[in-house]
């Protein structure tokens, strides 16, 4: 595909603006010297050359998407609509409380729906992303010790199993990882988690199902040991979709959550963000909580800092859009719907597994929540096909492949989450795919190694792209 | 209730028998049952109808004024009908991060392009593919120029408060030192500045224009701290680029800022979008994800996610930043502004927000509102007058005109872009003369 500068010619334009009103005023300050480079077109071209790019991108609508760990269920159409009123659209952030009434109650009533999923006390809903959400979550970990003056507590623990965002946010908060090793069941290992904690202990971050697809059963012994040893519990919320409207993290022990709204809630992921990363907290954390809390009585509802407010996680109070998606999806499915996902969610990947785990060996193949992992490790060291060999094969067949080599301790992994929102028929045909694949690498392995065929391209070479960068266009001028 | 979920009840029966399970308390056996719940304590669920009613209330509850003239970090800008409809395409709106390269060349190749432009709004080398928005932009680059023995942030007193905020919050987690440098009449304060710069200043964050939209003297400024061997970071607005002397052609290090006013409405304060570029040298420190161009086996031209050595699915605890998710549907919409808006669009954008901003402060001062700083400024500048602020700002609200934000009952902080036209800017002075009589 032509890239936007290839597009176009010197003196066209889309026609947007009137012309000016009042006498012409520039800056008093030193001018840029030449215009940058931006594509010159007619409308008719900046449509055609967008139509070509979303021509090669897939996403929910387009297809089967089982990214484990992702929850890429579909996303409503109301959703959109509702984000785009204008009512919500053209509120500037820094107006007058009593003009925003309508926006602080989507936040209100926003709040009071997590707080009730989730079982915790009170919800921000600054940051803007999963792992923005974390490390919310662990500020607030940290302004709980520092304020005790508990200084000491300077570990965070985080399983083996955990997302790489997990370590790289303790860092980011200033604590060393005490990696845990997960046990061969692939949960939580009491005894090595006992011998982990400590006087130096902040806490634990914990993704439960994990990302094993595993719900961790002692999951009241390994929130009370932590609690015992002085630290607090941070639940991840990446995988809540397999809980929700059955069981609550508040319930189980842990002192703060993040929840991914463009997961477990229905907003769309845009190609990577924006995303929205509430975060919830028991009572005694709320008055750390980042940004504003809603506060007052309907139609009197008031921004106001939180007592010992940490900060600011981003400028004004989130991802405000998104929560609008969330809300209307939250309103639409109520106190009934809500359980329907995660049985729903749960029930489909339990029925994919039980399909296909006499033809693809499973990391673990019972009690899985909504997501499953199959481990091609034996196919591999016969010299079979590898994880990424299967994915690349589901490609030619329409759909996107599963999260690769993902957990870590499960070597050759490919996760699988189906979600709530896939068919009976759908999954069936997947099946039917996933057991041909497997023929075809039984019997002519090296095709499957060559996929994809009917992809837009083949394998990119990603050695080369890291170690001679080229991350902006050229404009024909430069040399590699 | 509504729902979403595809299958009937008959079918999921069939898929639990097949499963093995003979129900779906089966299914969540590993649940103790202490932390199992009954039901959920909400209203029932409502039918998409009566949704979108209730939704549409609470918009209707929000005042969306004809006209506004307040910015202080949202700025509202004429968003080209080309741009929603673009980025309302179902496979941007609902694809994943593109992980799966050979099926996600457009969503990589959209992404590619916002990084050229970026570079070349900025006048630096290299640019990421996003991060939260302009103050965890500001958090993130000052993280960047963080070494063992330059600690120290220095921070301009004349940024936007809440990227001030946000670097702060950002630096408590490492503990890293931030120092404020003071202003002096609505710009940094050189002397502040030399006294500061030390042999452990990491960098200078500066906001150009400043939070008063005031412009610094940046040459001035990017000479003290070169030579004090410290890095300097630029916080822009990115409009103002269209116009201005980029960061690069003043030696900044890194050049970040608020995307918002690239074609995404105010939305009561976002999604937004953070921009980050950089000088090549520190390509590697950039957070988040970086799309780049390569070739497929067959020699294609390939784009796919790179320099992922950095980021925090390989490197775990040792990774400089924990992002993962960014802000891709807003750099796309970025891209669609720019290409829509093409240089001389965007010049134009930049031209008349100046023109009109002066125009402002003009009728303003005839009214009896004058200007606070007698400096060069971009599209935004601060009053000074005895009648309160709220009073002003309450006749505004009541012809339904967003007037500047408040800094206390003197100042005003006001702002005007494209969207202002003369007479409303000539109403408004109308509105302070019969408030002031």
């Known amino acids: ?480 | 209730m509504g729902t979403f979920v595809v299958n009937t009840e008959q079918e999921q029966k069939q898929m639990l028998a097949a499963a093995g399970k003979s129900s779906f308390d089966a299914l969540f056996a590993t649940v103790p049952d202490s932390v199992k719940i009954d039901h959920l304590n909400l209203p029932e669920g409502m039918s998409e109808l009566e949704t979108a009613a209730r939704m549409e209330g609470m918009a209707a509850q929000n005042t969306v004024y004809r006209q506004i003239f307040r910015g202080a970090g949202a700025y509202h800008h004429y968003i080209p009908a080309v741009v929603k409809r673009v980025t309302g395409k179902e496979e941007f709106l609902t694809a994943y991060t593109p992980y799966q390269a050979e099926i996600s060349q457009g969503v990589l190749q959209s992404i590619f392009e916002y990084q050229t432009m970026i570079c070349e709004l900025t006048g630096l080398d290299c640019a990421n593919a996003s991060v939260y928005d302009g103050a965890t932009a500001a958090a993130e680059a000052v993280k960047m120029c963080v070494e063992k023995k330059r600690t120290k942030i220095l921070v301009a007193q004349t940024a936007q408060p809440e990227t001030v905020s946000v670097i702060r919050t950002y630096a408590f987690g490492k503990d890293d030192p931030v120092q404020m440098i003071a202003e002096k009449d609505g710009v940094l304060d050189p002397e502040a500045l030399k006294a500061a710069l030390a042999e452990d200043s990491a960098c200078l964050f500066v906001q150009q224009p400043n939070y008063y939209g005031n412009l610094e003297d940046m040459d001035a400024i990017a000479a003290m701290v070169k030579e004090a061997g410290a890095k300097l970071v630029m916080g822009c607005n990115p409009v103002s680029l269209g116009l201005l002397k980029t960061p690069g052609a003043y030696g900044a290090d890194i050049a970040c800022g608020e995307g918002q006013p690239l074609g995404l409405p105010l939305g009561f304060g976002g999604p937004y979008l953070g921009f980050m570029a950089c000088t090549e040298k520190m390509m590697r420190k950039l957070p988040g994800r970086i799309i780049g161009e390569t070739k497929d086996h067959d020699g294609n031209k390939a784009y796919v996610l790179t320099l992922q050595a950095r980021e925090q699915h390989i490197r775990r605890e040792k990774a400089g930043s924990n992002i993962c998710s960014n802000e891709a549907l807003c750099a796309l919409t970025a891209a669609v502004y720019l290409s829509a808006m093409g240089p001389e669009g965007l010049k134009e954008v930049a031209k008349q927000c100046s023109s009109k901003a002066h125009y402002l402060q003009k009728v303003l001062a005839e009214a009896g509102l004058q200007a606070r700083d007698a400096k060069p400024f971009f599209h935004e500048f601060v009053t000074v007058s005895e009648t309160p602020s709220s009073k002003i700002l309450e006749a505004l609200r009541e012809k339904g005109i967003l007037g500047g934000l408040p800094l206390n009952e003197k100042e005003i902080l006001w702002c005007a872009t494209e969207l202002n036209t003369r007479q409303a800017m000539d109403e408004v002075a109308e509105i302070v003369k019969e408030v002031r009589a």
């Open chain 1, 1 to 480: 595909m032509k890239t936007v500068f290839e597009w176009g010619a010197p003196g066209r334009r889309c026609t947007i603006l009137p012309a000016l009103d009042v006498e012409e005023q520039l800056p008093e300050a030193p001018l840029r010297d030449a215009a940058p480079r931006l594509p010159e077109m007619s409308e008719t071209e900046v449509s055609r050359h967008y139509t070509e790019l979303a021509g090669q991108v897939f996403g929910v609508n387009n297809g089967f998407y089982p990214l484990g760990s992702c929850t890429m269920k579909y996303n409503p159409s109301v959703n959109e609509e509702m984000a785009r009123l204008p009512g919500f659209t053209g509120v500037h952030p820094l107006q007058e409380d009593e003009t925003v009434q309508g926006c602080l109650s989507v936040l209100r009533t926003a709040e009071e729906y997590l707080c009730e999923v989730t079982g915790m006390d009170a919800v921000t809903f600054q940051p803007a992303a999963g792992a923005h959400g974390e490390f919310t979550g662990l500020l607030l970990i940290k302004s709980y010790h520092t304020e005790r003056g508990d200084l000491k507590r300077t570990k965070m623990i985080v399983p083996d199993s955990a997302h790489g965002t997990n370590p790289a946010t303790a860092t980011m908060c200033g604590y060393d990882v005490v990696n845990l090793a997960s046990g061969a069941d692939g949960l939580v290992d009491l005894e090595a988690l006992r011998a982990a904690v400590g006087e130096d202990t902040a806490g634990l971050m914990l993704t439960n199902p994990n990302t094993c697809g595993l719900f961790e059963k002692d999951i009241l012994e390994i929130t009370k040991i932590i609690h015992e040893a002085g630290g607090l519990v941070y639940y991840d919320g990446a995988n809540l979709n397999g809980i929700i409207g059955v069981a609550r993290p508040g319930d189980m022990g842990f002192d703060c959550v993040h929840m991914n709204l463009h997961k477990t809630f229905s907003t769309p992921h845009g190609g990577g963000g924006p995303g929205s990363g509430p975060v919830g907290c028991k009572e005694f954390l709320a008055k750390y909580l980042p940004g504003h809390r809603v506060t007052g009585d309907t139609g009197a509802l008031r921004r106001e800092r939180a007592e010992q407010c940490l900060g600011d996680m981003r400028a004004f109070d989130g991802n405000f859009l998104v929560v609008v998606r969330a809300l209307t999806y939250l309103l639409m499915l109520g106190k009934e719907g809500l359980p329907e996902i995660s049985k729903n969610a749960v029930l489909n990947a339990n029925y994919m597994m039980s399909q296909l785990k006499d033809v693809y060996p499973m990391a673990f193949d019972d009690n899985v929540y909504h997501e499953f992992v199959i481990t091609m490790e034996q196919s591999v060291k016969r010299g079979g096909v590898s994880a990424m060999d299967i994915a690349k094969t589901l490609l030619d067949h329409g759909m996107h492949p599963p999260t690769m080599y993902f957990p870590l301790i499960v070597h050759e992994a490919l996760m699988v989450e189906p979600t709530e929102t896939e068919s009976k028929e759908t999954l069936d045909e997947v099946i039917r795919v996933m057991k041909e694949i497997h023929e075809e690498a039984q019997r002519d392995p090296e095709s499957i190694k060559a996929s994809p065929k009917k992809a837009p391209i083949g394998r990119p070479d990603e050695v080369t792209a890291a170690r001679n960068p080229i991350i902006r266009y050229r404009f024909g001028e430069e040399t590699n």
